[in-house]
């Protein structure tokens, strides 16, 4: 049975597990609520290009990407920053739905699924 790896554990989630060479990394959301969306979605790609590379993956090796924007027509504005992000010839399948945030102020969310390097 394979071991299964956790960083940053806290008391509700860990932001990172590891198990049989996939990355799993928690819902990311800003930490500047001031930005718009694109703002927003820099800022949570950094946050998933950081956890990935501390996993031992990087934005290469997506392999699923879920996206809940908090309204649906920031949907252009957030590929914008999406596409000028991902690496060409590796867009990963993805989702992207409007949903209701757990915070107001979140115009976005990402969830990661990736292998590891």
Excluded: C
Aim: aromatic share 6%; hydrophobic share 45%.
């Amino acid at each position: 049975m394979a071991d299964i790896q956790r960083f940053h554990v806290g008391p509700r989630l860990s932001e990172i597990a590891i198990h049989n060479g996939t990355v799993y990394l928690a819902g990311q959301v800003p930490d500047d609520l001031s930005q718009d969306i694109r703002g927003q979605t820099a800022q949570v790609l950094g946050m998933v290009e950081r956890l990935l590379e501390e996993a031992g993956s990087d934005k290469s090796r997506i392999l699923m990407t879920q996206i809940f924007l908090s309204d649906i027509t920031d949907i252009t504005a957030m590929n914008d920053v999406w596409d000028a992000w991902i690496p060409a010839g590796n867009t990963p399948p993805r989702a992207t739905v409007q949903a209701a945030m757990a915070k107001q102020g979140y115009k976005i969310e990402i969830v990661v699924t990736a292998a590891a390097a």
